[in-house]
């Protein structure tokens, strides 16, 4: 359950990353602002994108909410599971149990653990469709935009840079800005909204 590194995921699937030298970025160049070249190109900064696009930042909340809750209902299980084995082992050693008492309740501890480690893993799958689920959407999401936007721009492709995918990007084709602006416009919060509110009312019912 400590493998929660969603923001990790997130870009991992909207946006691919490949070679390992450190990017670099120059300012605004003279070749940028004449539109030297008839091939027009274009890059977005994903970090930007998951940092200031609102969507990703309220999923981000939900996610961390879950994944936390996720964490915690486990532990509490565990470390009662645990005193439970203790107690257990400490009366065994002062006789407190018949033979036919004590095997009784090692396989009800038994239990408790296979019951927990069941728990743990339909958990984590549920966390991880719900990061599947978020995935999808912001993919989509961008993508979509990009379709609208790109028919004014005629750009003949746009790179997403992320960490070390793009060994060198002139800052003159960065239009990170504009995207996350078009994004957060176009972005209705009530899906967000709702997860949330389905998140906490799941939330009371433990």
Do not use: W
């Amino acid at each position: 359950m400590k493998k929660i590194l969603f923001m990790a995921a997130m870009a991992a699937c909207v946006f691919a990353s490949c070679n390992q030298s450190a990017p670099k970025v120059d300012e605004k160049s003279q070749t940028a602002e004449t539109g030297g070249s008839d091939l027009k190109i274009a890059y977005i900064e994903v970090d930007s994108i998951m940092s200031q696009y609102q969507f990703c930042k309220e999923y981000s909340l939900i996610l961390q909410k879950k994944g936390q809750n996720i964490q915690n209902t486990i532990n509490q299980k565990g470390q009662a599971l645990q005193t439970a084995a203790a107690n257990f082992q400490q009366k065994v050693q002062q006789n407190a149990y018949t033979r036919e008492q004590a095997e009784a309740i090692n396989a009800n501890l038994i239990k408790q653990q296979n019951d927990l480690q069941a728990l743990q893993t339909r958990l984590g799958n549920e966390f991880q469709a719900e990061t599947d689920k978020f995935n999808g959407a912001l993919r989509d999401s961008i993508q979509h935009f990009l379709a609208k936007y790109n028919k004014d721009k005629k750009y003949a492709l746009i790179l997403s840079k992320a960490g070390d995918n793009i060994l060198y990007a002139d800052k003159g084709y960065d239009i990170t800005n504009e995207v996350v602006a078009g994004l957060n416009k176009a972005y209705k919060p009530a899906a967000a909204k709702k997860e949330a509110a389905a998140a906490k009312k799941e939330e009371t019912k433990k």
